[in-house]
């Protein structure tokens, strides 16, 4: 049974920073492919950050240089600092996971998700 638990969510000013974790249970996270994705209000949901098996990292051009992807594979985890945060950040983020991802951006590239864990810039 696979499952994906994100944490560290929360309310954080402007310009602040927070560190998400997402833990899983039941995946090898060391030979899978981990990302993370956040979502607005009435907004779709979008990739932000992916490392892939090979340790290909990827972001999405409006997280470039604030954020941070890293994997720690002996605690199965995998984690998202997110410095000089805007308002924009604020969303719903979720961590995905899947053995082979085509685009590693896309939502759609992904099988298993976590329940998410909530970021407000404000």
């Known amino acids: 049974h696979v499952q994906l638990v994100e944490s560290g969510g929360g309310s954080v000013q402007p310009g602040g920073s927070v560190r998400l974790s997402c833990v899983a249970s039941?995946?090898?996270?060391?030979?899978?492919?981990m990302g993370w994705f956040r979502q607005a209000p009435g907004k779709k949901r979008e990739g932000i950050a992916v490392?892939?098996?090979?340790?290909?990292?990827t972001y999405a051009d409006s997280v470039k240089g604030r954020f941070t992807i890293s994997k720690d594979n002996a605690k199965n985890a995998v984690y998202l600092q997110m410095n000089s945060l805007k308002p924009e950040d604020t969303g719903m983020y979720y961590c995905?996971?899947?053995?082979?991802?085509?685009?590693?951006?896309?939502?759609?590239?992904?099988?298993?998700w976590g329940p998410g864990t909530q970021v407000t810039v404000s």
């Open positions: 995905a996971a899947n053995r082979w991802v085509g685009l590693a951006l896309s939502p759609f590239s992904y099988n298993f």
């Open positions: 039941g995946y090898d996270v060391s030979v899978n492919c």
């Open positions: 490392i892939e098996t090979n340790g290909k990292i």
